[in-house]
């Protein structure tokens, strides 16, 4: 029996005018055939002056182990970047003891003598005549003219980077499988900084209704299924349509009309007015004998809804992944259940929490007016949060200090009206005085033109009294706006042989400003870091130079960190997507460095 097949490249539409080369399924095709004796015959036809790396070409058991597989011996090739490497040109016979094996996951990588290396793909091949064909694993190769970048240097056999890793994890296996999978990387991502948000907008909900165990878990459900859905909704339809998911959801109309409701929830906690429905909505309702249930189940599914379009602009693997899938193929079912399991994943945890943190509060009472009153400071102060994408840093360390001594305040005067002991009062007017004062203090610093609310007076601090020793560094990037840009800052620091680190930013991304401090800002990463050049796309506006350049390098949205050698070929394995730690961050350079 012989097997004949071929397969797409990866992104291939973005190969432009890439005319003068041959599509990776004509330039590289092969069959495999059945011997009868236990062994397979694998053979390549390889094009004229193209050819496949040795060290590239994987050939695994899928379902069992093979047994000796017999290479043929190549032709060594010194490239200028890379050293020598052995290659097969025009036709490769393979050998291979099949074992107990059932299908072979095949692996491969091949370029051109012109100068194009296409990116990594795979494939999954049973003996039976049935392939599985996989999306390659990398950016497209780049069309004429722009040589190199976003095209991927050769990676270590079966090295992938998680947005990757996710994108074929959906091409491969089944469909209960890879929901599995995104459910329990939902699970991963409560505690991101873009999801934490959220746990006081359902406590909002829950502790507004005055609602039991039961009644708290039917809430938390109905938030988190809201959440769910239209997180799923609002990928598959950013990826269709080739937009920033994140951008999309950060326009200054958009987050200030969010925040007018944080603001009006919150004020309703304080108890100056109580939320109702219009009153002709809320006799018809009353009516059908349903405004409670209806109302407040329709509460907190909005609410979900709200905490979704909050929750989505953090940039993780696991939905990279998943809208590069949606994106590649078209195929938003698979994709949009991707992603809806991503978010039950992150709201299960919020489910336990509400239903067992009600189950432990005493019977409603009028210690509930205190408590509303302490989630009403917590949504204020997550609408701050909120208002730091869009609002100067003076401006938002002056919100902080406002509501800092309104909480002060609220505490002097709870002193003065409570009936405990004189210990517990003088306590609770002694935090009142410290909490207003240092909310004074931010207040002072931001008129100073302070951004820090640990550290309100920095601003004032003269630059002379400070030593050099003791500022904080941080690594200089260079910024670009184009593809053109980039190209050409690339091609210098190759002639003159470096490294090119190429950062994604946005002013209203919450992850890039934890890289920035944590990552950027560590010693040790601005020592790695010293001899290569630093380039930073602040895609803050959207604009259409901004999609090029995101387009171009297949990137799906700040944060997204890129490692591009002399050669202008992008080590595509170890890109980062997502939060990472420094740690993780040089690691993944020296890996680079070291391919």
């Not at 062994?39 to 094009?47: C, F, H, M, V």
């Not at 722009?146 to 079966?158: E, F, L, V």
């Not at 930013?505 to 001899?531: H, M, P, Q, R, T």
């Amino acid at each position: 029996m012989v097997l004949a097949t071929s397969w797409p490249a990866a992104g291939q539409s973005l190969l432009g005018g890439g005319d003068d080369f041959l599509p990776p399924q004509e330039a590289f095709q092969y069959e495999l055939e059945d011997n009868g004796d236990g062994t397979l015959t694998l053979r390549w036809e390889i094009a004229p002056e193209y050819y496949l790396y040795r060290k590239r070409m994987t050939i695994e058991g899928t379902d069992g182990n093979l047994g000796d597989i017999r290479y043929p011996g190549g032709t060594v090739i010194r490239d200028e970047f890379f050293g020598e490497s052995e290659v097969f040109y025009n036709r490769a016979e393979i050998l291979i003891h099949s074992g107990n094996a059932s299908a072979l996951s095949l692996g491969w990588q091949g370029c051109a003598d012109a100068g194009l290396c296409y990116p990594p793909q795979s494939a999954v091949v049973d003996f039976n005549g049935k392939s599985t064909e996989n999306p390659g694993t990398g950016p497209a190769p780049p069309a004429e003219g722009s040589p190199k970048i976003g095209s991927s240097a050769p990676a270590s056999d079966n090295e992938l980077a998680g947005d990757q890793s996710l994108t074929r994890q959906l091409a491969t296996s089944g469909l209960f499988w890879n929901l599995a999978v995104f459910f329990g990387l939902g699970l991963l991502l409560v505690f991101t900084p873009c999801v934490l948000p959220m746990i006081p907008i359902l406590s909002t909900v829950i502790v507004g209704q005055h609602a039991g165990q039961g009644r708290a878990f039917v809430l938390s459900s109905v938030y988190v299924v809201a959440m769910a859905v239209t997180y799923s909704m609002l990928g598959v339809a950013a990826a269709l349509a080739g937009a920033n998911l994140q951008a999309m959801l950060q326009a200054p109309v958009f987050i200030v009309s969010i925040a007018v409701v944080f603001v009006l929830l919150a004020l309703s906690m304080f108890g100056l007015y109580e939320l109702q429905l219009p009153p002709f909505l809320r006799d018809r309702l009353a009516r059908a004998n349903s405004r409670q249930e209806g109302g407040s189940l329709a509460s907190a599914g909005a609410m979900g809804v709200v905490a979704a379009l909050l929750a989505s602009p953090c940039m993780t693997a696991p939905l990279a992944g998943a809208l590069i899938y949606i994106a590649d193929t078209g195929d938003a079912t698979l994709g949009g259940l991707a992603l809806l399991s991503l978010g039950l994943g992150m709201g299960a945890p919020l489910i336990a929490l509400a239903t067992m943190g009600s189950g432990l509060l005493p019977k409603p009472g009028g210690w509930m007016n205190g408590v509303k009153a302490v989630f009403g400071f917590i949504l204020l102060g997550t609408t701050v949060y909120f208002l730091d994408r869009i609002l100067d840093d003076a401006l938002v360390l002056a919100l902080w200090g406002a509501l800092t001594i309104a909480l002060g305040l609220s505490l002097w005067h709870i002193a003065r009206a409570a009936n405990g002991t004189l210990p517990l009062r003088t306590l609770t007017a002694s935090a009142g005085v410290v909490v207003t004062f240092w909310g004074a203090l931010m207040m002072i610093g931001a008129a100073a033109g302070g951004s820090q609310p640990w550290q309100p007076l920095s601003g004032l601090v003269a630059a002379g009294n400070v030593s050099a020793a003791s500022q904080k560094q941080h690594a200089d990037f260079d910024g670009f706006k184009s593809v053109a840009d980039l190209e050409q800052a690339v091609a210098e620091a190759g002639a003159k042989g470096r490294w090119t680190l190429v950062d994604f930013y946005a002013d209203w991304c919450v992850s890039c400003k934890v890289i920035e401090e944590e990552v950027f800002g560590d010693s040790a990463v601005i020592a790695a870091l010293s001899d290569m050049q630093l380039l930073r796309a602040d895609v803050t506006a959207n604009d259409a130079l901004d999609q090029a350049v995101m387009k171009h390098l297949q990137v799906v949205g700040p944060p997204t960190i890129l490692i591009i050698g002399p050669d202008g070929r992008e080590y595509r394995a170890q890109r980062t997507t997502g939060e990472v730690s420094a740690n993780v961050f040089l690691d993944r350079l020296a890996q680079a460095r070291e391919s």
